[in-house]
């Protein structure tokens, strides 16, 4: 194997290409020596972790409006009280229960991205996830967004069939559509403790190691031709080699801080802990469910945002103790908003436009863009006024290296993530222009 | 093919695998007796299965028993087509407990969907429509003429009927104002008439002061609905890509037949795409099938009460689809995480014991009893039980160099034995259906 300059930019924005013939192992050391011989050249390599809020949160009680008299209008039950409200400005505040996220607010280092969408929002929760996660409102569902970022990182023109790679970790025993590529592998990892190939048990270390060479070779042999038998031998191949590396890296991980005890914050635990073993991954993806609340949802929304904003706060107290959360930024959507009008269910049905949140302390903080007017409606629903895909093409240029524009098409990005050294960094590729365009933080109203 | 890898091609679809002896009967009836008995599986005695649940007497009111007491009725049954389209239409109306909090609905749904298993499915889209788990799962409860709750009208089209693309925003709000006043009173369903919004309706493009029942039917009209429900039990039982030809010709056959799903089930078993050796092993086996096929295999006759756990890790746990769309099948069964808990649970039928501190299974019984003396009898007649066969020469040595790696003592080819198995359950080929 050998490295042309662009194969090395190429895994300067994230990992080599690696050939079917290699035994993974191999091929997996020498992703990480390269990685590590990447971040002694150039510095630090930025992290992304993704949180998906699965359900629909309810934007307008996140970042509530508390200063709209047509807010209260809307929701004579669910709204939530001025009072209570945790002000970002004299126009919007958190739910009370995000103290942590205010906390970040108020350090600088929370972009709330205020009435987020794309034309013609879809309302089915599928369908609207589906285009939040490839980033394609017009194509039926093929590769998620950062798949296709994947996929160009790591394989250019020469496109092996399967390549593995700790280069992104999702932190769930499913694949989101998000991390769905074309030619990389993404392991998925419910929880470090079981994530053990498991042999008899009875036998000396040295049988359980012909065990495995056993599983290998099998693994490394074509069967009959049946359409998903590849895929399976990848996976299969990924899941043991990965395993037996990530018991390693547990044994040898303390968390700095307490964690909430909730499966959230066990999942951004899981990521420090990865984090910990410096295996190169730079993106995690990791989320949490149950925001579709058409009835009762005062309860259930609060809690599941305390659940967020703690497990986020505590995740980056984790890593700043450890003298790393520089190198990360956190992105958290959710699929749609809700409607402006609450139902008579203490609830509310699916809607539209919402707020984004981009978290860290390489982060531009403040609110971006201005707050959706909340009588000026579109059936119903909120109007979006900044796309989806500028935020996307923000992390995509000013975080993970790369090119927005054959990720997403045409999208401007948003200056939520300046340029900051984390230590030497690569020079940019060519032609990478950067233009940042600042959004104005307006919180006057219509 | 051989006659008998098509039978068993035929139980693993058409159910989760068999046992030795059930292959040997079915391959004693041919293929399309075979068929027919699964099909009209009313006709077939289950008088073992009732007796010998009713012995073990689960309390329904607990999920994880609930779950081993569905999971008892898949693994022993005598009609393992009626399991098999319960757990499709679970699926495919998917409520889960987490929500809906009320076991017994659950199991009341349950007992709806082995009812209806091979029914009209017209039929069944009303009664589903009364199910209390549904009405509380989709929010059916709290849609009243002043607040209409959309939920349950959305998904009806969206995922139960007629797929995207096939109704408009209107028809959901319109739909919702159909279902009003639809509720649960005293655990059934009521229909609460001073909730209902007696107004003009249009719907799907006509015009009336419908109620849920003129919306069921509705639906059920539109061109959409049998294409939707044969595209989607092709998936389940042939093949994730099927041909439009081939959906537009079981979809004339659903049409025609009144929407009967038993005709439509027939249809596909008996297809010459069914049959189709590109199709076989074609689709990735869920949880579920890769569970009660290995204890069928392996005819392991005691179930663990905590296997249902083991589903959960595997991600399909019964009773809790993750979202009114189900689970997600095909590859994405398998992660990394949920592949090492199906090589975990194989391990632990191949090594570990049950709650009575017996082994699973017995290798060393097998062997002896089927008098296979070598190392490379003992792979063929595991690959054969396991896979029909379906590892190369190559595959075959890998496993004959293991056993053949065993030390002398008995304990040492115990282990090695077990590892055999092992090597064959968590093979590509065995992940395959």
């Not at chain 1, 992104?168 to 990892?189: K, M, R, Y």
């Not at chain 1, 436009?353 to 119903?380: C, E, M, Q, R, Y």
């Not at chain 2, 655990?187 to 249009?202: E, P, S, Y």
Request: net charge negative.
């Amino acid at each position: 194997m050998s490295y042309t300059r662009r194969d090395f930019l190429r895994a300067g924005a994230l990992f080599v290409s690696m050939s079917l013939t290699m035994p993974s192992f191999l091929a997996r050391t020498i992703q990480a020596t390269s990685d590590r011989a990447i971040s002694a050249v150039y510095g630090r390599r930025k992290i992304l972790v993704v949180v998906q809020l699965g359900g629909g949160n309810d934007g307008l009680n996140t970042v509530v409006p508390y200063a709209d008299p047509a807010y209260y209008q809307a929701r004579p039950t669910i709204g939530i009280a001025k009072s209570a409200v945790l002000q970002l400005s004299d126009y919007v505040g958190l739910h009370p229960n995000m103290t942590g996220l205010k906390a970040r607010f108020d350090a600088g280092q929370l972009a709330v991205v205020q009435g987020v969408g794309y034309p013609n929002p879809n309302r089915s929760h599928f369908r609207a996830t589906e285009i939040w996660q490839t980033a394609q409102p017009d194509s039926p569902p093929n590769e998620g967004w950062l798949g296709r970022y994947l996929d160009a990182a790591c394989c250019g023109e020469d496109k092996p069939v399967a390549s593995e790679s700790m280069g992104v970790v999702n932190v769930a025993d499913t694949l989101p559509l998000t991390l769905w590529t074309e030619h990389v592998l993404v392991p998925s990892i419910g929880s470090t403790s079981t994530f053990k190939f498991q042999t008899d048990g009875g036998e000396a270390p040295d049988e359980r190691l012909q065990h495995l060479d056993a599983f290998r070779k099998l693994y490394a042999q074509s069967t009959a031709p049946h359409v998903h038998d590849d895929f399976v031998r990848s996976v299969g191949r990924s899941a043991v080699d990965t395993s037996e590396q990530l018991q390693a890296i547990a044994r040898s991980y303390t968390p700095s801080v307490t964690y909430p005890n909730t499966t959230f914050a066990t999942q951004l635990k899981q990521v420090a802990q990865i984090m910990s073993g410096d295996l190169g991954t730079r993106i995690y993806y990791v989320q949490l469910g149950g925001f579709d609340t058409h009835a009762n949802q005062p309860t259930t929304q609060g809690g599941l945002l305390r659940t967020f904003s703690d497990g986020i706060h505590a995740f980056l107290r984790d890593l700043e103790a450890k003298g790393t959360a520089d190198d990360v930024a956190i992105l958290a959507f959710s699929e749609f908003g809700r409607r402006v009008a609450e139902n008579g269910s203490q609830g509310t049905d699916h809607g539209s436009a919402a707020p984004v949140f981009v978290v860290g302390p390489g982060v531009k903080g403040g609110l971006i863009g201005a707050h959706p007017s909340l009588t000026d409606l579109n059936s119903g629903d909120l109007r979006f006024a900044i796309d989806f895909r500028s935020v996307y093409a923000s992390i995509l240029r000013d975080w993970l290296e790369g090119d927005p524009k054959a990720v997403l098409g045409d999208f401007q990005p948003l200056g939520i993530l300046p340029p900051r050294n984390l230590g030497p960094v690569p020079p940019p590729a060519p032609g990478m222009a950067r233009t940042y365009l600042q959004f104005a933080t307006s919180n006057a109203q219509p | 093919m051989t006659d008998r890898q098509l039978i068993a091609h035929l139980l693993r679809r058409a159910g989760f695998g068999a046992t030795p002896a059930e292959l040997d009967f079915y391959a004693g009836l041919g293929f399309d007796a075979a068929v027919e008995r699964l099909v009209t599986f009313e006709a077939v005695d289950n008088s073992a299965l009732e007796a010998a649940l009713a012995a073990k007497s689960y309390d329904l009111t607990q999920e994880s028993q609930a779950a081993t007491w569905w999971l008892y009725r898949m693994l022993f049954t005598a009609r393992p087509l009626e399991e098999k389209m319960t757990l499709f239409w679970h699926d495919h109306f998917a409520c889960n407990n987490a929500k809906v909090a009320n076991t017994p609905y659950m199991v009341v749904q349950n007992n709806l969907f082995r009812a209806n298993a091979l029914g009209n499915f017209a039929d069944l889209v009303l009664k589903v429509a009364q199910d209390p788990a549904m009405l509380v799962f989709l929010d059916g409860r709290d849609n009243v003429k002043s607040h209409p709750n959309e939920n349950f009208a959305r998904e009806l089209m969206e995922l139960f009927t007629l797929g995207i693309g096939n109704y408009t925003e209107k028809d959901v709000t319109e739909g919702a104002r159909c279902f009003t006043g639809w509720t649960i009173s005293n655990d059934r369903f009521f229909n609460n008439v001073r909730q209902h919004d007696a107004g003009t309706k249009t719907f799907l493009g006509q015009t009336g002061n419908f109620a849920g029942e003129d919306v069921c039917r509705i639906v059920c009209q539109q061109a959409a609905c049998p294409i939707f429900i044969a595209r989607k039990l092709i998936k389940y039982f042939v093949t994730d890509s099927p041909s439009d030809d081939y959906v537009a010709r079981m979809a004339d056959v659903f049409r025609s037949s009144g929407l009967d799903v038993r005709t439509l089930v027939a249809a596909i078993l008996r297809s010459p795409e069914f049959k189709d050796p590109a199709n076989v092993r074609g689709l990735v086996k869920s949880p579920v099938e890769l569970l009660v096929g290995a204890m069928k295999h392996l005819n392991v006759q005691v179930l663990p009460s905590d296997f249902w756990s083991t589903l959960r890790q595997m991600q399909q746990e019964l009773f809790e689809p993750p979202g009114v769309d189900g689970w997600h099948w095909g590859e994405a069964w398998i992660s990394t995480t949920t592949f090492l808990f199906r090589a975990n649970f194989a391990q632990r039928l191949t090594s570990g014991t049950d709650q009575n501190k017996q082994p699973f299974i017995d290798p060393v019984g097998i062997v002896n009893q089927a008098g296979l003396t070598t190392n490379a009898a003992i792979v063929d007649y595991f690959v054969d039980r396991l896979l029909d066969g379906d590892m190369t020469a190559d595959g075959r040595q890998v496993i004959v160099d293991w056993l053949d790696g065993a030390a002398k003592t008995s304990s040492d080819r115990l282990r090695r034995l077990r590892g055999a198995i092992h090597l064959i359950l968590t093979s590509a080929t065995y992940q395959l259906n």
